[in-house]
Structure formats: structure tokens, C-alpha cells
């Protein structure tokens, strides 16, 4: 990196942690998005060659008011947020010592529309847990067979009339998956060809009717208490913990 790179990047970093920017609409979902994968940029580690290190727990800390408009976004803002920095990460080849978790906490210092980020690198074992995101939502899949269907018998229902009552289902053994059609009507799709039964990949895209279910892998941290990472002053009794895995 040079040296106009690790200037840019400083100044980034301190506009950042001051106040990334403040919006008269208040502060939308996008901008977090726009500071964490900052947040990444601006810490990242050389280690090695082949190794950049770069946080893995956030605090996004912001107003009290933007706190109650975007906490009622619940699951859908936590696994955007997620997925945004987990794909900026595989993108610029960053690794994490651990598990990923997000939270959200309000402060009430801030005014509407501004935000901090704040983070730090926690070691520990990556407790890798298999999702679908459909129709917005992430849902973990459970060890042994999840069967995914328009029943109400199914594991994960789906309101799709193109769908079979037990449609197909996704078989999880810890570390591999595979993916079943379970004589449907209409067939199951897996990457746009039509399957009977297929090893199932992570980022892989299953079709069901209309319904297209995106299997994933993703890194979990396990539940912890770090408050003691904010300031005093930011250490409010109020926050949305965005962690994957823990009350999806």
C-alpha cells in the first residue's frame, strides 16, 4: 500500500469514527452498509501475502430516533448487513479471526442521521450454519433433513401454489449438504437445471414455482455480552443484537 493509500485511508478513518455523515432524511440502511465496509478497509491487517486480517464484532452506534425507525426493520437489516460485509470481505480477500456478529445501539449524544462504527477482533472458533434466504427472510437449517414446502407439515413453508405440499428437501450432516425433490409436481431447479437429487453447494440457488431459495453457509459468532466495548456513555440499556444464528 502507499503512502497516498494510507493517507486516504486515514482520513477515512477519522471521518468515520467522528461522524461518518449526517442526512437530513435521516440515516438509511445503505450508509451503514457504505461505513462497515469502510470499517474493513480502513483496519485491515497485513499479516501476510496471503493473509489481511479485519474486524469481526461491530457496534453500529446511532441516534435514539434512527434507532426506533431502523430496529423495526429486525431480521431483514441484520442479514443485509451481514451479507454486505461477509461479500465485501470474500471480495478483497479479508479473513476474520471468528465468528461475525452486528449490533445495533443508540446513543443518545448523536443526532439524527449520524452514526459511529466501532470494532474489534475477537479470536475464536467460526461456527459455520447453513440458511436459505427467501422472500427476505434467513432461515437456519437444522442438522438432518429440513423439508421445504407449500404444507403446513413442512419445515419451511412457502406460499407459492407452484409449489407441492413437501416439495423438496435440503439435507444438512454438520459440513455437507445435499438437496432432494420429493416427487413434486412441478420439479426443483437447482442453478437453472432441473434435478432429482444433487450435492448442494454453498451460494447455490434452488427454484420451487416462483419461489427461489438461495442456500448459503455462513460464519457465526457465538452469543456474548460486549457491552464493555462501548464508552460509558454509549452503554444504554436498548440494543438489537444483529448476530447470525442468535434468534433468527
Known sequence: MGLLDRIERGLERAFNGAFAKTFKSGLQPVEIVSALKRELDTRASIVSRERVLVP??????????????????????RDSLLDEVEQHAARQRYQFAGGLSVKLLEDDTLAEGQLRIESRTVEGRVLWTPVVDVHGRRIPLRVGANVIGRGQDADITIDDTGASRRHVEIVWDGQRAGVRDLGSTNGTKLNGRRIAHSVLEPDSLIEIGRTQLHFKVVPQAPPSDDTAFLPRQNRLPRQNGLTPGGGR
Open 56 to 77: 469481526n464484532r461491530f457496534h453500529v452506534v446511532i441516534s435514539p430516533a434512527d434507532y426506533d425507525r431502523l430496529s423495526g426493520l429486525g431480521n431483514s437489516l
